[in-house]
């Protein structure tokens, strides 16, 4: 990953700087190097660096590195402060008191503003209690009403649309009106998406703003944005005035440089970040966990929540203590092999953590392909083979390959895979009786291969 | 220099109005720094390359390939003593052609051979275009006199079925869809198999936008591709990539993933009509081998071109 290498050449020039006592105008320019290429990677916008490796280059001038442990830490670390800096303070306040409020999603077309509006008003229904009315104001993307609508149907709020033969500005108007009448609490607008040099379509926002005068005016950044997105931003916000951002499709795996480079710019808030295509995948902005992304110091506190998430903890206790008494069986065997699955196909996440090794999507098809095969060859074992498998002898091993359809060679590889895990759970209980601290956070390496698949996760995982 | 001037004869034949209206304003922004460049630095000098360093990376070229290109410029202007910025522009066309190509003929247009029909499945992350392009090639295919059917592959995005259904309307083509949240390899199949039974030439398969980095959704696509194998061997036969021209950096790492999954025979390249400098396309070209085949430049089904390099180019570097 992208931060262990810019660790590693900033310690390699540190190695060359030996003796020297301090970070100078001079040496330090090699580091600034580095460093700029590591957030140009990001895609941070080419301006905002240079002016950010300013920044940088005064607050690490003259700074002592004499007995430091890691002066390249140091470094890093002043970038990172000053990447958080930069990003502000987590801020996911809505300006929703007034009732009706309005809030209004402006940007590029395939950013995320449907999707987005619908999220916002599933977090006001059920977080804030308000009465939210969607408005459907994208008149030209075929069937994007329907899709607002399908949304606003399965979160449970009402829609206004008036099709698409009617202007938006007079849609959002009606919509307001009817908000008022109706006693609604919010008004959420969904716009078309537009290009920034789109004259007549820009106006077209401002009319709408003049219309219904919102409180908030968000525009979509898509995660994955290149360059470009400092100058459309500058645009939008020139043109239509916006309150803030959100950010789009953040459960991808694109660095997110453009963060940097809106904040640089107009120091409006970033409030939210979209990290699913589900009503409920909207979270808060971190800027901390920005900063280490945009440095690719893989966002390990993401990781270990998401990894919560998926993870059934009562099933893990329950294979934790069957583990340490030594009552672990074929059936618990299954149930632990797909809990690690469900992690694998997590995938992405363990990307995030830097030095992890990396799943192929072919080595994830045979784990699952294992699974399933392991699967039938369980399910069609007796009970009592399941929970004692040591008493299946040829004649019990000729039947399940009827039964299931598998090889004899399936079977044994099911069973030899039963004796490592077992093997390797005592072992651990041995280490846990010896005083070895908790939960070794080891899940003997269910189903992926060749032990690609870390089994191996990080300390106090296992909660 | 003999390039410029080909280009120049190539560009004013004027049959590609469309073309240059479309990429116009996207353009001009780059050509206009690299002709202020010239007027600036009548010598070649250091200011000449850190300018057009920052041209390359504000086109999100990378900063890789932004390198190499000025270190192999860099090189060529020192042996040619060169010192012209117009001689120095040309022989950044040069390279950057001459690094795309690589001597080799590039496809653009689908082949069509074989009895069976061709199947060209649609992918890519969330709302890079890839409805809206499988409308604009239906659209375009279908004006080539060919038996055209859509199938409406995103089971997953609301109204995603019913917009690919608006657009097979509009261009009066079959469309294929499947009940909400079913299984996309069935639709796809039964997609492939009327196409097969009742001798379509070409089968559009729309696919629901998926991140890459997401397994569970990267496998569903296999399971497609190997549906369509099924039933039509070699197939799919083409399969696009379809990328948004404001992408960044994670372009490569798109094509990449999609790439090892189902191969990739080509990028699609949309919303060229926006700012657009697009210069992810020569970063994936240059570290995975995969070449632009169509060009985005609108919402409307007759706004596709064909991708051509050399007018790609030309627009980036020159301009008017
Ligand atoms: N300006 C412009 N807009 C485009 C172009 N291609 C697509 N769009 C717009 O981009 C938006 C998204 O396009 P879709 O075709 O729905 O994208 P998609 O990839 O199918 O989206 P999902 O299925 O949601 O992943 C729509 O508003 C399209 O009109 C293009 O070349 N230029
Ligand atoms: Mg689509």
Redesign the pocket.
Known sequence: MAFDSLTDKLSNIFKRLRGQARITESNIDEMLKEIRIALLEADVNFKVVKNFLENVKQKAIGQDVVGKINPSQLIVKIVHDEIVDLLGGTDCELNVKKSPSTIMLVGL??TGKTTTAAKLANFLKNKQKKKVLLTACDV??PAAIDQLGQLAKSIGVDMFTMGTSVSPVEISLKAKQKAIDEDYDVVIIDT??R?SIDEQLMEELTLIKKAVNPEEVFFLVDSASGQDTYNTANIFNEKVGLTGFIMSKFDGDARGGSALSIRYLTHLPIKFIGVGEKVGDLDIFHPDRMADRILGMGDVVTLVEKAQEQFDEKEAKKTVNKMLNGSFNLDDMLAQMKQVNKLGSLGGILKLIPGMPKITPEQQAYAEKEMRTFEIVINSMTKEERQHPEILKFSRKQRICLGSGKTMQDINKVLKKYEQSKQMMEQMAKMRKNGGGGFPGNFPGGGFPGGGFPGNFPGGFGR | MGLISFLKEKFSKKDNGKYNNGLEKSRSAFSKKLNDLGKKYKKVNEDYFSELEEILIEADVGVNLTLQTIDELLTKAKKEKINDYEELNSALIDILFSNYTNDTDLPTEINFDGDLPTVALIV??????????IAKLANRYKNAGKKVLLVAG?TF?AG?TE?LALWGDRLGLDVIVGKENSDPSSVVYDGVYKAVKENYDLVLV?T??RLQNKNNLMMELEKIKRVIGKLVPNGPQETFL?LDATTGQNGVVQAKAFNEVTKITGVVI?????TSKGGIILAIKNELNIPVRFI????KMD?LEIFDLEKYLYGLCIGE
Do not use: F
């Open positions: 077309q395939g030209y993307r078309a998406g290009l | 890519g992350v969330n709302g890079v275009g890839k409805t809206t392009s995103d995005r995603a917009q729309d629901a936008g379809i949309t919303k060229m009509d926006g985005g430049l609108g919402e706004d």
